[in-house]
């Protein structure tokens, strides 16, 4: 099924869904764009709603992420799901992120078809708690969700509590009815707000990397080192089922030493990931803040070729200047 919606910047956007159903790029089918020349552009084909193309070149990835630098999406064409028959929802600490990333990649391994799997380390559990009353263990933690028919979901939540159990992780804390999921997700959702007020009077400076399944432990648990050894307060959490984790660091940003070494921590978590074959944003997109980071990751071909469509679609600059790449 497919619906058509108006859709502010799509790659801002990508769901904690991703276990299933994929990121918001793969559910995007179409798009409106208004080109910079006033033009209107439909993506997919003037009348096109066909679940899969082969038609030229693939416009519509091309614009999801484009961070409004080549035109204006007014409309979106997005893949629907029914919704599933039965859905659990779980929570489970354990002793360390070494752990808990593990029983996410062995549960990712294991093919078991979860929706949600959602990594918060110590820090992001102590603001949870405080900002939204759950009273779970300050521990690094995962919440899952496991949907479908009812066997289904109860084969799935077996063999996810036996690889966490493999992992030293706690029993699971089910929530089976809607009230109980929302509050659950909501509390995951509040995160950022969560965060702040660890440490009331400072600012969020988010970042967020993503790297291949396989290189996700190594990865997070060098960058949580990092940020230990900063002194900065800094919450981790991860769409852990993709590869994706975000940290906040909390820094006061008049003072320029703080808000330099944050600065620098973005860099090195960025060149951590990169070096990993990942990417330096799996989310946020590059802005202003990661057009260096950018070039080293594309290199001087694929930041050429961009610059070429940029020109090509947008000769005088007006749309989102300044961002993505240096014109």
């Not at 799509?10 to 995007?28: A, C, D, F, I, S």
């Not at 109980?180 to 660890?198: P, V």
């Not at 070039?295 to 469509?309: C, F, K, N, Q, S």
Request: aromatic content about 6%; hydrophobic content about 40%.
């Amino acid at each position: 099924m497919h619906q058509c919606v108006a859709w502010p910047p799509l790659e801002h956007l990508v769901p904690m869904l991703l276990g299933r159903y994929g990121t918001m790029r793969e559910n995007v089918l179409g798009l409106q764009v208004v080109l910079p020349d006033g033009l209107i552009l439909h993506t997919s084909g003037l009348k096109g709603r066909a679940k899969k193309s082969s038609a030229g070149y693939n416009l519509t990835s091309l614009f999801v992420g484009s961070e409004g630098t080549l035109g204006f999406i007014t409309q979106a064409t997005v893949k629907l799901y029914s919704i599933p028959e039965a859905v659990i929802a779980a929570v489970s600490s354990f002793p360390s992120v070494k752990a808990a990333i593990a029983t996410t990649v062995e549960i990712l391994q294991a093919s078991i078809p979860i929706a949600r799997i959602e990594f918060l380390d110590e820090l992001s559990m102590d603001a949870a708690n405080r900002y939204s009353k759950l009273g779970l263990p300050v521990a690094p933690t995962l919440f899952m969700e496991f949907s479908g028919s009812p066997q289904s979901v109860e084969e799935q939540t077996v063999m996810a509590k036996l690889i966490a159990k493999e992992n030293g992780g706690s029993d699971f804390l089910f929530e089976k009815e809607q009230e109980g999921r929302a509050r659950l997700w909501k509390a995951r959702h509040q995160w950022y707000y969560a965060g702040l007020a660890l440490r009331p009077g400072k600012k969020g400076f988010t970042t967020d990397v993503c790297v291949p399944i396989s290189k996700l432990p190594d990865v997070l648990l060098e960058t949580k080192r990092d940020l230990e050894m900063s002194m900065i307060t800094a919450p981790i959490i991860g769409h852990v089922g993709d590869g994706n984790f975000h940290s906040l660091l909390l820094i006061d940003p008049s003072n320029s030493e703080e808000l330099q070494m944050a600065k620098d921590l973005g860099v090195r978590m960025a060149r951590r990931a990169m070096a990993a074959g990942g990417t330096c944003t799996g989310e946020h997109g590059i802005g202003r803040g990661k057009m260096e980071l950018l070039e080293e990751e594309m290199g001087p071909v694929g930041i050429a070729l961009m610059r070429r469509i940029k020109d090509a679609l947008d000769p005088y600059h007006i749309m989102n200047p300044g961002k993505v790449i240096h014109c």
